[in-house]
């Protein structure tokens, strides 16, 4: 299933520059607030280096990334959950997404609008995670009129979620997230049924002064408090690179000082929050492919990602790691070498595996 992260941030924080350099869908980033008025949904491919060489051991015929989708939505202001602004209309477009990334202006630039007339990246933070905070309560309350109304009748996953919902409305009305509220093994589903934004994992982007690299203390304070990770970019640089050929942007980087695309570090940083590894299917004149799977699942749920057929006939799988694989200079001599495993179905997949399925139709 295809990984959905949902961006947030207040009106110009750069969230439509960051979503474009993702992309280069040319999503419409202006100098005015509320640009974003549908939501942009952008499928961004991951790339990895590890892939192309094992592509190129094994002869595939191309590379095929895996891939995030991003949703791009419109500025959250204070109030939003209540209706202010456009930004609440949107929430429900991530309500679905499996993480957050919250950008948030760190940047001086006197020609970009600020929708309060000031730079406190900290005080920003805060209205937004505030209007989750209050969106949240207001769906909570409502899925807790369903689910009481259930829970009259004895049903025990109803009784539990019940119990839950209570507890979770607590946490809200605290002005605390959702996330800290354990989901009953009786009601499995209860989370996903409500959607809560607070329970999404979050990555805040600091987006920073071009030439700039650091996360402001306030807000890497924030995030290591709140169990959540942080980096710096700047958006408007790399949706100027976004638009440069590889070479280009390469030499731009160079001037600018910043080593690594600070793409490449939001998409490993969303990796890394939502405990994602990758693997990797590769043979002879065929695609490679690149995979992720949740840390600790195993050869046979990372047969499900490839296909659920594959996962019902598995019979075993053939797993290498990519770097032995290449070592070896392709699979007969990784044969050879023995260090092409069989494994069976409940082998704990490591990242940079490089799997194949042996499985009867
Ligand atoms: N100097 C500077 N300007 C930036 C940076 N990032 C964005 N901007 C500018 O700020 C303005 C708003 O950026 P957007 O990316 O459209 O902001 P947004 O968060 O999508 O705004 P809304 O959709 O209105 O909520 C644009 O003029 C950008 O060029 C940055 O890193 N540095
Ligand atoms: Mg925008």
């Given at each position: 299933?295809?990984?959905?992260?949902?961006?947030?941030?207040?009106?110009?924080?750069?969230?439509?520059?960051?979503?474009?350099?993702?992309?280069?869908?040319?999503?419409?980033?202006?100098?005015?607030?509320?640009?974003?008025?549908?939501?942009?949904?952008?499928?961004?491919?991951?790339?990895?280096?590890?892939?192309?060489?094992?592509?190129?051991?094994?002869?595939?015929?191309?590379?095929?990334?895996?891939?995030?989708?991003?949703?791009?939505?419109?500025?959250?202001?204070?109030?939003?959950?209540?209706?202010?602004?456009?930004?609440?209309?949107?929430?429900?477009?991530?309500?679905?997404?499996?993480?957050?990334?919250?950008?948030?202006?760190?940047?001086?630039?006197?020609?970009?609008?600020?929708?309060?007339?000031?730079?406190?990246?900290?005080?920003?933070?805060?209205?937004?995670?505030?209007?989750?905070?209050?969106?949240?309560?207001?769906?909570?309350?409502?899925?807790?009129?369903?689910?009481?109304?259930?829970?009259?009748?004895?049903?025990?996953?109803?009784?539990?979620?019940?119990?839950?919902?209570?507890?979770?409305?607590?946490?809200?009305?605290?002005?605390?997230?959702?996330?800290?509220?354990?989901?009953?093994?009786?009601?499995?589903?209860?989370?996903?049924?409500?959607?809560?934004?607070?329970?999404?994992?979050?990555?805040?982007?600091?987006?920073?002064?071009?030439?700039?690299?650091?996360?402001?203390?306030?807000?890497?304070?924030?995030?290591?408090?709140?169990?959540?990770?942080?980096?710096?970019?700047?958006?408007?640089?790399?949706?100027?690179?976004?638009?440069?050929?590889?070479?280009?942007?390469?030499?731009?980087?160079?001037?600018?000082?910043?080593?690594?695309?600070?793409?490449?570090?939001?998409?490993?940083?969303?990796?890394?929050?939502?405990?994602?590894?990758?693997?990797?299917?590769?043979?002879?004149?065929?695609?490679?492919?690149?995979?992720?799977?949740?840390?600790?699942?195993t050869a046979w749920?990372a047969a499900?990602?490839?296909?659920?057929?594959?996962?019902?006939?598995?019979?075993?799988a053939?797993?290498?790691?990519?770097?032995?694989?290449?070592?070896?200079?392709?699979?007969?001599?990784?044969?050879?070498?023995?260090?092409?495993?069989?494994e069976?179905r409940?082998y704990?997949m490591?990242?940079?595996?490089?799997?194949?399925?042996?499985?009867?139709?």
């Amino acid at each position: 299933m295809s990984t959905r992260i949902g961006i947030v941030g207040m009106p110009n924080a750069g969230k439509s520059s960051l979503f474009n350099a993702l992309t280069k869908a040319g999503a419409e980033a202006a100098n005015y607030p509320f640009t974003t008025i549908e939501p942009n949904v952008a499928v961004v491919p991951v790339r990895d280096e590890r892939l192309e060489q094992v592509a190129a051991v094994v002869g595939a015929s191309e590379i095929v990334w895996d891939t995030i989708d991003f949703h791009d939505i419109a500025g959250l202001v204070a109030g939003a959950h209540s209706g202010e602004g456009l930004g609440n209309k949107f929430l429900a477009n991530i309500r679905e997404t499996h993480a957050i990334v919250h950008v948030v202006r760190a940047h001086h630039d006197d020609g970009v609008v600020h929708p309060e007339g000031r730079v406190d990246p900290l005080a920003d933070i805060e209205t937004i995670e505030t209007e989750l905070v209050l969106a949240d309560l207001e769906q909570a309350e409502r899925r807790m009129d369903r689910v009481a109304r259930q829970a009259r009748s004895g049903e025990r996953a109803a009784v539990a979620e019940e119990r839950w919902l209570r507890e979770v409305i607590a946490e809200l009305q605290a002005g605390r997230p959702a996330r800290g509220v354990v989901v009953p093994e009786e009601a499995p589903g209860a989370a996903r049924d409500l959607g809560s934004l607070t329970a999404k994992p979050v990555l805040f982007v600091a987006n920073v002064d071009e030439g700039s690299d650091e996360v402001p203390t306030a807000v890497a304070e924030h995030a290591a408090s709140h169990g959540a990770r942080a980096v710096a970019i700047s958006s408007r640089i790399e949706a100027e690179l976004a638009e440069l050929d590889d070479e280009d942007a390469a030499a731009m980087r160079g001037e600018l000082g910043v080593s690594e695309s600070g793409l490449a570090r939001v998409v490993r940083e969303a990796f890394t929050l939502l405990r994602l590894i990758a693997f990797f299917t590769a043979g002879e004149a065929k695609p490679a492919q690149s995979w992720h799977l949740r840390d600790g699942l195993t050869a046979w749920h990372a047969a499900g990602e490839i296909h659920t057929d594959i996962q019902k006939g598995f019979v075993r799988a053939e797993v290498i790691g990519w770097s032995e694989l290449v070592d070896a200079g392709g699979y007969a001599a990784a044969r050879d070498r023995g260090t092409l495993r069989i494994e069976g179905r409940d082998y704990t997949m490591s990242d940079g595996d490089v799997i194949s399925v042996k499985f009867t139709p």
